[in-house]
């Protein structure tokens, strides 16, 4: 049976934090230094399988806290920062918070993404606690992981949320049993914690699970309100998805055209399991229950553009230039796809309509046409058509020759992990 607690009764103040395999609480969040060195998409895997992402260094107090972490364990450390460009502002945090922009250690000249695009703190000499551009395929360095402080003795928590889930039921049915278990459905409010549901509940375990309910219900299409009355300042909602309905789901895993750890719109009748959230170490004295009324129905909003030469962040909708009329004869586009480092893009190519054997759209497995090729599209394709990046970027090279245009194509992209 999947309902399981991940909790027991009474545990100690959440204020003062608790870390734990191998993490120690510095400046009030879970740090860890590890070691073999590995390379940096390595180094994210490791730090993924313990619920935590690549350090991030929002201010001067959090990049001296790494120092004083490390003491004279190594010359350096990969941390969660990869650069797509020569500015901080191209630097991206693994932890989907923004850029380096506000605040940043680079070093002289750096970041240098046309080489190295992955960076790294230096640990000892005289550019000590500084930035670096490094190769993230052929160096090794230790890493620093991090996560929140969380509880106590507590094994299977998130910063001070514990979770539990429970066998199908409908959304209304699944509401009521996390309240009566002194819960609400779960409600997610970052990357971190996403991730910690993905690789601390074992979901993939339950048999036929293909999505289980969250906490929030579809105001309009691709917006949503947590029922627990928290902000929505995250999503990972398919904005590009034709499901339609008026509760929320969360994909397991990746089939067609779903990407696992996305939300869905579902109807809100099919029994599903679900997940619940509370805050851990509560105790369950006075349960409440309250039937939920059915939320009203989410409108359509306009898709997504694209340009001939861009560079888009996932999620996203990219096309042949005036698709779905007919593309220009003698064009070359190039559509760079990303995603913040430790995730991979999937590209779903629902519409292919090209001159057979004259115009492709090429896709490659990361930012140039240096990298392997994936696909060399021609033709027409009936049915969509799925390919994964091994990185955190994609390159789509669409040609057309000086004669038949036609149709052209369309797309959509995700990052996933």
């Known amino acids: 049976m999947w ?12 204020s003062n934090g608790y870390c734990f395999d191998g993490f120690t609480l510095v400046n ?28 991030t260094i929002r201010n001067e107090e959090d990049n001296t806290a790494i120092s004083t ?13 990869y650069c797509f460009g020569n500015n901080p502002s191209n630097c991206y945090w693994d932890d989907e918070n923004g ?52 509880i106590s003795d507590i094994n299977h928590s998130f910063n001070g949320s514990a979770y539990f889930g429970g066998r199908s039921l409908s959304f209304a049915d699944a509401k009521l049993e996390c309240e009566r278990n002194c819960s609400v459905l779960a409600s997610i409010h970052s990357a971190s ?40 300042d995250y999503s990972k909602i398919d ?88 593309y220009p004869a003698s064009t070359t586009c190039t559509y760079q796809l990303a995603t913040v480092g430790p995730q991979r893009i999937r590209l779903s190519v629902l519409s292919v309509v090209l001159e057979n054997g004259y115009d492709f759209l090429q896709v490659y497995d990361g930012d140039s046409i240096d990298h392997p090729i994936l696909a060399n599209v021609t033709g027409e394709y009936d049915e969509p058509q799925y390919y994964e990046s091994t990185r955190n970027s994609m390159l789509l090279v669409f040609k057309s020759d000086y004669a038949n245009e036609v149709q052209g194509f369309q797309a959509n992209f995700f990052s996933f992990n």
């Open 239 to 326: 904005t590009t998805t034709s499901a339609y309905g008026n509760c929320l789901e969360m994909a397991v895993y990746t089939e067609g055209p779903r990407t696992k750890g996305h939300w869905y719109p579902t109807d809100c009748e099919t029994p599903k399991p679900f997940l619940c959230k509370r805050p851990a170490g509560r105790t369950c004295e006075n349960p409440t229950a309250t039937p939920m009324a059915a939320p009203s129905l989410p409108k359509e909003t306009e898709p997504d553009s694209t340009s001939c030469h861009s560079f888009k962040m996932a999620p996203g909708t990219v096309s042949s230039p005036n698709f779905p009329f007919k």
């Open 69 to 81: 972490l490390l003491q004279n364990l190594t010359d350096s450390v990969w941390i969660g920062l």
């Open 193 to 232: 914690e996403l991730r910690f549901i993905e690789t601390s509940l074992n979901l993939n375990t339950e048999p036929y699970l293909t999505s289980i309910y969250i906490g929030a219900t579809a105001t309009h299409q691709n917006q949503y309100s947590w029922l627990d009355g928290s902000n929505s």
């Open 3 to 14: 309902l399981y607690f991940l909790f027991l009764a009474i545990y100690p103040s959440f």
């Open 99 to 150: 850029t380096a922009a506000p605040f940043n250690k680079f070093a002289k000249n750096f970041p240098f993404a046309e080489v190295d695009k992955c960076v790294y703190y230096k640990n000892t000499g005289s550019k000590k606690s500084q930035w670096f551009s490094g190769n993230c395929d052929e160096d090794k360095r230790l890493f620093v992981c991090e996560k929140p402080a969380t």
């Open 28 to 55: 009030g969040r879970c740090l860890g230094a590890f070691q073999p060195p590995l390379h940096r998409q390595n180094a994210t895997d490791w730090c993924k399988s313990m619920s935590s992402t690549l350090v």
